[in-house]
């Protein structure tokens, strides 16, 4: 990290407050890129590397850079995404300088140790470290600004104390979980391994790390528990987490039944909040549908109507260069998440929905992850989701986009069926879309309801 510094403080000029876009995909030398950039005290803004060039220059765009690093299978298209960002010079991510006088190289590893360490200029612990963008996918993406306090803080949230922590990442290097395991594992002198998520990539790294954690989504610990486990060796295994998105108590289970050993945990946070709650080993068959108690240093409590707010030591700075939206989501050192919660007498969290996903049908307000609780186990189904389309009479009605599994036929009247009884009427679906997938973010393979919307009109 103290080499790339200096390759980019006197090669290409890098200075504090300089933000630093990247637009690459996962691989090693963005660790060192992370934590050079902290040195200079320039700001670190990684864009999806999943994003066509016209897409990551729209996003670039909102960050103002002043420098673009690409990696070799995205130099040909540097000079365009530069262009539409309005960034006037672009690196390079290793390797020899390429014929090009648009882009230089960022070869920091044949340049010697600093003799002395780099002088970091004078910096406070809330100057900006990170700008992470959200996925956009219910609106224009916006920059979290995350500062070095921040990062610092989140990666000592749920750490080992007792041994060096060696966790297997399924997070891409441009979503900000891939960096809070990655400073965890370094506070204990510990190891990250960055691999695909697939079940078969992450228990290969598992077994081949002899890894201590696993983080999985539900969707990939759904896909892990579909493979023979016994093929891989992991007694290594002593924690396993999940999160993010909703974990059915079905999944629970089953992964409690095949990982009895591991510590079980269920996160609940955001790029904006870091860690705000959590379920712990003990409480996962106690409390189903819980995420748990806030975290330790974080507050929880609901607004009047039932907005998740969250206050704590790690939260964003704010959006970036977007006043108006920063003063809309943080108030009085409060962060309204959009989420809607419930609290029980013990004080344990539950999400029930999100506050612009409820869906307004003859009247009638409906939370979508309310029916797809219940749907989740109808017989057939692999995956599902609830959506509203418009209609002149209802306003809206409610559509089952589902996944059906393999040789399975699924009808309308069978999933209301085994709706009854636990759903109110005007609750139940009204149409259903057979898929064979559902769109989902890239980073955290959340559901994409605006574009499945559209999907299922242009489908018919």
Partial sequence: ASRMALAMRDALGVRKGDRIVLWADTALDVVPLFVAVAKLGAVF???????GAEEAGEVGALARGTLLIVDEARQEEAHTVAVAAGIKRCALLSGAPIASAEIVGLDYRDLPDPEMPITEPALVETDPHVIF?????????KGVVLSHRANWLRGFQGV?????????CMFPLFHMAAF??????????????????TAKALLDAVERRRANRLYGLPLIFSRILDEDTSKWDLSSLKKIDTGTSATPIELVRRIKDRFPEPALGIYYGSTEVGLAACLVDGDVLRKPGSVGPASISADLRLAEDGEICVRSPFLMEGYFDDPEA???????????????GALDEDGYLSVVGRKKEILRTGGESVSPSEVEGVLRDAPGVEEVAIVGLPDADWGEVLCAAVVPKEGAVITLAELRDHCEGRLAGFKKPR??????????TAATSQVQRSLLVEQIQDQG
């Fill in 45 to 51: 803004a990684p864009l999806n590397a999943r994003l």
């Fill in 133 to 141: 963008f959200t996925s956009g996918s219910t609106g224009r993406p």
């Fill in 160 to 168: 080992f104390l007792s041994e060096p922590e060696r966790t297997v």
């Fill in 180 to 197: 809070t395991l990655a400073i965890a594992a370094w506070h204990t002198r510990g190891e990250i391994c960055f691999t695909q998520p």
């Fill in 326 to 340: 920063t003063s809309a989501a943080l108030q009085d050192g409060w962060f309204a998440t959009g989420d809607l």
């Fill in 431 to 440: 149409r259903l879309a057979l898929l064979d997938s559902l769109p989902r």
